[in-house]
């Protein structure tokens, strides 16, 4: 075999600390290592070149790369080898960037270790087989988790360009936390005039089928091949013939069940359409509250229903769809500031949250857009806005900022002079982020033209002081001690994950975070993919997103998916589990602890159980191999005999060096 070794500078990232010419020179006393060289910047096509012209020079058989994560360019140099004629599966990559030149500063030891790198690197590549991937069909149809404003974007893109799209949302209608709002920032434009349009969109799209109140019970299979099972909830209403006239929710009885939409801060009634602008536009029975299916006495909805579309009978259905990807736009929840025992815990009337706040302001708001207070229904004269309510603060997990609070409580400041205009507004803040097109001149407005007074620092305490309310805080700047009297204080409370993400994450084999984030491929370069193949995400379901963000992930994913679909046939990896059915005693071990279902029970010409792997669902995380007590089942391109190899170079470059 003739391998060939190529030691990357990357800049300074690792020659600061390691002497690559060193390491080259020295690998040239591995075995079957014909030519080595170390480079500038290898991921650069001047670098892709040097690796294509000695692979011709040299007749290498196959390369090894010590430079960054193969996480971020195993893909750019296989593409490499296949220029040059070379299996992408005969590169072999040392990762001398990320585990060694960033965790030590002392280059004499480093350049021993990246070596040492080098040579587990170069064993592993003798020990490597050509592989080749086989082609299957793509179900070209998509699937849309969650339809805020991100899944709205991404199933828009999708159906225009001719795909069929299945839009799961939770809620009983699309639109998400912008169909709450009232205005948006910095343009402060009607949040509802721009997304109204696009919701009635997704609507009457040819292309697009909305389940609404349903969730994602099971998703099986593979990129191009999922298995996606929908719990479609019992709305106790026909929605096929409903037409959402509302005589039902006129003559309701049951009139105290809490409004899940207007954030608590109203009552409505058992059967209810959330909002006038609602897609799909159709009532539905909140089983909680209602009369008839508590006690099984009312039924007044279906006595005046003119289509006589009620029915109490009805049952959650399960609906199985095949798609070929899917997009996650989850969306996010309001952190639940009941744990902030100094503020209230939630138990002060007129300490509101700021989506309660963007309610009462709303023209479809329960006031109907008229700011007063809860308590006793009286426009408040001074306001309050405390930033950071489960934002950057360790004490309550949650230490990360979510961005755009900052930026909502100035635009809720300035809204708050426009419908009052003899009201006073105070902003307790730790540091103003307004990194958006714009948004630092809104903060400005809000304080020079609005006259919204900003004091820098937290809020140590809420208390009641008659039928007003005492805010403790300090502002730092002046190095003081303040308290402000409000009529109403209004939480700009910050954003957490999704609820359940955690289990819709598991449900899509993909990784998420402490906080119940989902992860991206890479934060960078693959902002809105996943490890997992064929599913992609959008808008808050990753971190905190403001509305551009989130529409211009929206359309991201889209652009993947179609990407995605533009072949009639997709390749498999190679590198997955293969069993050796000589060696198998069919205990099937391996298929209990797969979490990807990749492998099955057979039984061969004798009778004898056997494991057999699913080539085309099988993700190659090798858990079967360390499970099967008999060796049977071996990861491609990681297999037992290459593992040893390294384990052997490892203590055999510690000689050496």
């Given amino acids: 075999m003739r391998i060939g070794v190529f030691i990357c500078h990357c800049g300074s990232n690792i020659a600061a600390t390691v002497d690559c010419p060193a390491v080259a020179e020295q690998a040239k006393g591995l075995q079957d290592v014909v030519f080595t060289t170390d480079t500038m910047y290898t991921c650069s096509e001047p670098g892709q070149n040097e690796i294509i012209e000695a692979i011709k020079e040299h007749k290498l058989d196959g390369v090894v790369v010590a430079s960054c994560s193969p996480r971020m360019h195993e893909a750019t140099f296989r593409?490499?080898?296949?220029?040059?004629?070379l299996n992408r599966y005969m590169l072999e990559m040392a990762n001398i960037r990320e585990h060694v030149s960033w965790i030590g500063k002392?280059?004499?030891?480093?350049?021993?270790?990246?070596?040492?790198?080098?040579?587990?690197?170069?064993?592993k590549l003798r020990n490597n087989n050509p592989l080749y991937a086989n082609k299957f069909d793509v179900t070209k149809r998509v699937l849309v988790i969650g339809g805020g404003v991100a899944g709205i974007q991404a199933a828009l893109d999708c159906a225009d360009a001719g795909y069929q799209v299945v839009m799961v949302e939770r809620e009983q209608s699309i639109g998400g936390k912008m169909a709450k709002i009232d205005k948006t920032f910095p343009t402060v434009d009607c949040s509802s005039c721009i997304l109204g349009p696009k919701m009635v969109d997704v609507s009457q799209h040819e292309n697009i089928t909305l389940y609404a109140l349903s969730e994602v019970e099971k998703i099986e299979g593979y990129v191009g091949n999922f298995d996606v099972q929908v719990r479609k909830k019992a709305t106790y209403v026909n929605w096929d013939e409903c037409t959402g006239c509302g005589a039902c929710m006129e003559k309701c009885p049951s009139k105290k069940n809490i409004d899940k939409f207007n954030e608590g801060i109203s009552k409505c009634t058992s059967i209810n359409i959330p909002f006038p602008q609602a897609i799909p536009k159709k009532a539905a029975i909140n089983p909680e509250g209602c009369l008839m299916l508590q006690k099984g006495k009312c039924g007044v909805c279906a006595k005046v229903c003119p289509t006589k579309c009620i029915d109490f009978e009805q049952k959650d259905e399960i609906i199985t769809e095949k798609v070929g990807a899917v997009i996650a736009a989850t969306g996010y929840d309001m952190f639940d500031h009941s744990v902030y025992k100094q503020y209230g815990a939630g138990q002060y009337p007129d300490v509101i949250t700021s989506l309660q706040y963007e309610r009462l302001m709303n023209a479809s708001g329960p006031t109907g857009g008229h700011i007063i207070r809860p308590s006793d229904g009286k426009e408040p004269k001074k306001v309050v806005f405390v930033q950071c309510v489960g934002s950057r603060d360790p004490s309550v997990g949650r230490p990360y900022c979510s961005g755009?609070?900052?930026m909502y409580t100035a635009k809720q400041a300035i809204l708050t002079k426009d419908h009052i205009p003899d009201s006073d507004s105070y902003v307790f803040y730790m540091?103003?982020?307004?990194?958006?097109?714009?948004?630092?001149e809104f903060t400005r407005?809000?304080?020079?033209?609005?006259?919204?007074?900003?004091?820098?620092g937290r809020v140590s305490m809420i208390y009641p002081k008659g039928d007003r309310y005492v805010v403790r805080g300090s502002d730092t700047l002046a190095g003081t001690q303040v308290e402000v009297e409000a009529d109403l204080v209004v939480l700009a409370v910050g954003a957490e994950s999704a609820k359940n993400a955690p289990a819709l994450a598991e449900k899509m084999r993909i990784s998420y975070d402490n906080y119940g984030f989902f992860m991206e491929a890479h934060p960078k370069l693959k902002p809105v993919e996943t490890n997992t193949a064929g599913v992609y995400l959008a808008g808050s379901c990753v971190g905190p997103r403001d509305i551009p963000t989130s529409v211009g992930q929206g359309s991201a994913a889209a652009a993947k998916v179609m990407t995605l679909f533009s072949k009639d046939k997709l390749e498999s990896d190679p590198q997955v589990?293969?069993?050796?059915?000589?060696?198998?005693?069919?205990?099937?071990?391996?298929?209990?602890?797969?979490?990807?279902?990749?492998?099955?029970?057979?039984?061969?010409?004798?009778g004898n159980v056997k494991a057999e792997v699913?080539?085309?669902?099988?993700?190659?995380?090798?858990?079967?191999?360390?499970?099967?007590?008999?060796?049977?089942?071996?990861l491609q391109h990681f297999t037992d005999n290459q593992i040893l190899a390294e384990v052997n170079a490892l203590c055999q470059a510690q000689l050496d060096f």
């Fill in 79 to 85: 593409r490499a080898l296949e220029r040059a004629g």
């Fill in 106 to 123: 002392n280059k004499e030891r480093n350049t021993v270790k990246a070596f040492e790198l080098v040579s587990i690197a170069v064993a």
């Fill in 404 to 406: 755009f609070c900052c």
């Fill in 431 to 440: 540091d103003i982020r307004s990194p958006g097109k714009g948004y630092d």
């Fill in 445 to 456: 407005r809000a304080q020079e033209q609005y006259g919204v007074q900003y004091l820098r």
């Fill in 577 to 606: 589990s293969s069993v050796n059915t000589s060696r198998c005693i069919g205990c099937m071990k391996c298929a209990t602890t797969c979490p990807f279902g990749a492998i099955k029970e057979v039984t061969d010409r004798a």
């Fill in 614 to 634: 699913i080539e085309t669902v099988c993700q190659g995380c090798g858990i079967c191999t360390v499970t099967c007590p008999q060796g049977a089942i071996q």
